[in-house]
């Protein structure tokens, strides 16, 4: 299985993510930079199996990038087995 990682000591912002996703996640020219861009390319365009993870994430951006998480978390519930995420905070 792939494995696909986001730092978040280097992800500030939704472009932050964006700006990295197209080139992990290795998205068509035309995406959209929003989240029913990525639902449709996570559920229908991307190459699995494959798990994605967010590491060194703090407890405000956990709640800054609570939509992102839940779509995420929903991609694993919808693809099964073929897709695995989770999200890791931090340690101060």
């Known amino acids: 299985m792939k494995e696909i990682v986001f730092d978040f000591e280097r992800i500030g912002t939704m472009d932050d993510f964006y700006t990295i996703a197209i080139r992990l996640l290795n998205t068509p020219e035309y995406f959209g930079k929003n989240l029913d861009a990525l ?16 590491i060194n994430m703090t407890l405000g951006q956990l709640e800054t990038f609570d939509n992102l998480t839940q779509l995420f ?16 905070i931090r340690k101060a």
Do not use: C
Not at 42 to 53: A, F, K, L, Y
Not at 74 to 83: I, M, P, R, T
């Open 73 to 88: 978390e929903e991609a694993s519930e919808e693809l099964g087995e073929n897709f695995s995420f989770g999200y890791y």
């Open 39 to 54: 639902w449709d390319w996570i559920t229908g365009g991307m190459e699995t199996p494959v798990s994605i993870q967010f």
